[in-house]
């Protein structure tokens, strides 16, 4: 059953060679950081990665947005050249 709440960050690059590396930065971290009450999934198409955060509750909803934002911000600064 797919949890009743969800919330899908978009974020554009300037190119594709910055999204590739963001979305290789943060792909270990799906199944290694998801909870009982969350999931997260990667999708990039382009300079385009798409971060959808899914949870039971809207705790759990907002703890899961602050966890990928967060890990996302990291990857952004860690990966620029």
Known sequence: MTPPHRTV???D???ESL???VERSLRPEIDDIE???TTA???REG????VTVEADDLVALR???NTWLTLTGV???TSQP
């Open 9 to 11: 960050f978009t974020l």
């Open 13 to 15: 690059y300037p190119d």
């Open 19 to 21: 999204a590739r590396r």
């Open 35 to 37: 909870g009982d009450r």
């Open 41 to 43: 999934a990667l999708a």
């Open 47 to 50: 300079a385009t990665l798409r």
């Open 63 to 65: 703890a899961g947005c």
């Open 75 to 77: 990857a952004e600064a």
